[in-house]
């Protein structure tokens, strides 16, 4: 069974599959389709979590480019993907802060385009740092 192909298909699929193999005694073809299930779901969180991290990073660059246009809800917009980021490491620990590092330059490049296309004009941010992502608590004064 091809099952790289199946997975990236459809992960329900795959598990019905794999079901099927057990059932029917083929415990090596079943260890191989959820060796390979549990790599693309892997690869899947870690894609959701360069999301979130890009998400997160445009917006501090928002907030810090763009400083007399900070609202309320400029603080839940950075605020959100600080905890979809913590709420995906818990829900799958081998996402590390080292994770994070790795994909940090790639993450803050990708944030800096996209913010500007929003913002409609350059930035001279050129780099965040982990403290300004993770430990500045963003809030408007008042």
Request: charged share 25%; proline share 2%.
């Amino acid at each position: 069974m091809n099952w790289q192909a199946l997975s990236a298909t459809s992960h329900y699929k795959t598990a019905l599959a794999i079901q099927q193999q057990l059932a029917q005694g083929h415990i090596e073809e079943a260890h191989h389709g959820i060796t390979e299930l549990v790599e693309i779901l892997a690869r899947s969180e870690r894609r959701v979590l360069k999301s979130q991290l890009i998400r997160l990073m445009k917006h501090i660059i928002k907030w810090q480019s763009q400083p007399e246009r900070r609202t309320r809800s400029w603080v839940a917009t950075i605020h959100n993907p600080k905890m979809e980021i913590q709420d995906i490491q818990e829900e799958t620990p081998s996402l590390t802060d080292h994770v994070i590092e790795q994909m940090w330059d790639k993450c803050v490049q990708s944030a800096i385009i996209e913010a500007e296309a929003e913002m409609g004009q350059s930035t001279q941010i050129k780099t965040l740092s982990w403290q300004d992502v993770f430990e500045i608590k963003y809030s408007i004064e008042g």
